[in-house]
């Protein structure tokens, strides 16, 4: 049998949380990048803009209670993985700047604009 802990740890696989709760899972290999995932979210969430967002690592300091590292375009997957798993850090796909003018983006993308609402909201 196995143990209940065991199921999260699947090889070559990448969870990133969103903002409404759930969870996308991305297989990877030594060529897919952080790029790659952005591409696919981008075509799952039906987002037309997305230089709005970036794939962010989170993790607590004792110190300090949350901190976000913004990772690269060109980043490996597997550096990602590799930091998120012994380091206690979790992927989440946020807004890395706020748009000039955000009904302007409403009127481009409805569902980008609507992910942004459910960030600062």
Known sequence: MLKKEALLLIPNVLKV???N???KSFTFDG???VKDVMVTLQDRLSLRHIEHFALVLEYSSPE???RFLLLQDK???AHVVQRT???GMRCL???SFFP???VDLLRQDPAAFEYLYIQVG
Do not use: A
């Open 93 to 95: 796909f946020r807004v």
């Open 31 to 33: 060529r897919t990048t």
């Open 75 to 77: 980043q490996p997957l």
């Open 64 to 66: 300090q209670s949350h």
């Open 100 to 102: 000039k003018d955000p």
């Open 85 to 87: 798993h012994y380091h």
């Open 21 to 23: 709760g759930q969870i």
């Open 17 to 19: 949380f969103l903002e």
